[in-house]
């Protein structure tokens, strides 16, 4: 299952506390890469903000040398990638227009000013997982076309013979991948995102769905102890109406 939730809080509660209740969707943990003695030479770029998603409109090459468009989102230390229909592509489109200045297909916004920086153009995991929102119907994120496991892979820039900004990874079972981004700024936020996800461990992994699985058991148990209470309650209500 590649959608997972994490422990949040409801508004709802039991005996005056308040209880934890499972969101849609889930915000990935980031990890602090010091690339700056990189050799490839690539300048590492500010992190976005933890809520952010890693997804964007990239070309996948071929082994061919064919381009074909794809859609990549980071989840969980994987890369998904997605088959670009005509209406997601439009709707992308149409997302990256309204975002004006700096944004790009790759899903980078490029921000103007002195410290440069920027930040993903999906802002939350909501719209990417919540059914009912529109990217999520377009895409359907539990479908993916395949999947590139990101731990200790192997993430370097590629430039074609055309000068274009590329990424070559090769995964750890030996599987490879190129695909084309649309500017240096946007290849620069794909590695600094791809390598972090690279770095995370097996075991940090696995102790990360342990726990998201130990956090769905207990939201569960509040549930079902919230709806006892409320049906209790129910009761209780009735009764006092017969007696008066």
């Not at 490879?176 to 981004?181: G, N, S």
């Amino acid at each position: 299952d590649l959608i997972a939730s994490p422990r949040a809080r409801c508004a709802s509660s039991i005996d005056g506390r308040a209880a934890p209740e499972s969101p849609r969707c889930a915000a990935l943990p980031r990890l602090s890469v010091d690339a700056s003695n990189d050799a490839s030479g690539v300048r590492p770029t500010p992190s976005a903000p933890p809520t952010t998603v890693a997804i964007g409109l990239l070309h996948k090459v071929s082994r061919r040398g064919v381009r074909q468009p794809r859609v990549l989102c980071i989840r969980d230390s994987m890369l998904l990638m997605f088959e670009a229909s005509k209406e997601l592509r439009t709707h992308w489109e149409r997302l990256v227009h309204e975002e004006g200045s700096g944004a790009s297909l790759g899903g980078w916004v490029e921000r103007a000013g002195p410290k440069g920086g920027g930040s993903w153009l999906v802002a939350t995991q909501q719209k990417l997982w919540e059914q009912g929102e529109v990217l999520c119907e377009l895409l359907n994120p539990s479908h993916p076309r395949s999947v590139l496991p990101l731990v200790e892979c192997s993430v370097q820039p590629h430039d074609t013979s055309d000068g274009e900004s590329g990424i070559a990874l090769r995964a750890s079972h030996g599987k490879e991948l190129t695909v084309l981004c649309h500017s240096a700024a946007e290849r620069a936020a794909w590695i600094d995102e791809l390598r972090r996800c690279a770095k995370v461990s097996a075991h940090r992994l696995y102790t990360q769905e342990l726990a998201r699985a130990q956090g769905q058991a207990e939201v569960k148990k509040v549930r079902e102890e919230r709806d006892a209470a409320r049906r209790a309650r129910d009761h209780l209500q009735e009764e006092a109406e017969k007696l008066t």
